[in-house]
């Protein structure tokens, strides 16, 4: 198995650990005993070519996926199952839900509700996932809409938004159910390349600000910026992990240098 450590204290819990997880699609084993590890306030940037397990290793840190075997935690607390003595038992969907509300998720389509506006766009998630007061979040998807450039979109409905607003709004939206942890399934590859830089800049500024994130992407500029750690996977193994400059200017990897060679 390949570990993989973000920089942070032995006496820190990680905000993110997976341990041994192999997830398999039929006869197709597409996760192959990941461990990785992200502490609080860092940003991971997955890499790896189409079809290396990137986006289903997100998508198991919040049980979109369920892994065939190994362990996923976040905060501490294990997503997806409880302990059973030494089984594991499947949550009911209405705890998975829970568990969900407290993990954002952007999406590589954006996935906003269409006959919703803007401002419900955001408002929706807390509101009937986390129960919240609609009185109370209203005022904070207002803020939320600011920080990312679109108070003025506020009662727009999506399909008169372009790409990169429309993701936009799929990023306040994930910010507003307040979570510990963010994810990111290449938030950029849907957009023409001229709206890129309006979404990789909202990113920025969230690890700026020390929101903890995991983004797959293949922006590699972007990761070296950015990334705490970058981690590369392929054929649903970690075959190399460490600091953008140790991965990106310095791989140690045969796997990792075709890749960026083709890629860079």
């Known amino acids: 198995m390949s570990a993989v450590a973000a920089v942070g204290t032995a006496s820190e819990q ?10 398999r699609f039929g006869a197709l084993e597409v996760l192959r005993g990941i461990d990785l590890t992200v502490a609080a306030g860092t940003v991971t940037v997955v890499l790896g070519a189409s079809g ?20 996923v935690e976040v905060n501490g607390e294990l997503i997806g199952y409880r302990r059973s003595g ?10 998975v839900l829970r568990q969900r509300s407290r993990i954002g998720f952007v999406f590589q389509h954006f996935n906003l509700f269409p006959h919703l506006t803007v401002l419900e766009n955001v408002v929706e998630a807390p509101v009937s996932a986390q129960r919240r007061r609609r009185s109370e979040v209203e005022p904070e998807a207002r803020a939320l809409l600011a920080r990312v450039g679109l108070s003025d979109k506020a009662g727009e409905y999506p399909r008169r938004l372009s790409g990169g607003q429309q993701q936009r709004v799929a990023i306040a939206r994930a910010l507003a159910l307040k979570p510990s942890l963010v994810l990111f399934d290449e938030p950029t ?12 800049d909202v990113i920025r500024d969230l690890a700026v600000s020390g929101t903890t994130m995991v983004v797959v992407t293949h922006e590699i500029g972007f990761a070296r910026e950015v990334a705490d750690r970058v981690v590369f996977l392929h054929e649903g193994t970690v075959v190399e992990e460490g600091s953008a400059a140790q991965v990106l200017d310095a791989p140690r990897h045969e796997r990792t240098r075709a890749f960026l060679a083709k890629v860079l």
């Open 52 to 71: 290396s397990g990137k986006s289903t290793l997100l998508r198991t840190v919040n049980h979109l996926e369920k892994v065939d075997a190994g362990i």
């Open 14 to 23: 990680p905000v993110v650990r997976l341990e041994g997880v192999h997830k």
């Open 189 to 200: 590859s849907a957009l023409d390349p001229e709206l890129v830089g309006e979404v990789l």
């Open 86 to 95: 030494r089984h594991l038992r499947e949550l009911h969907e209405r705890e």
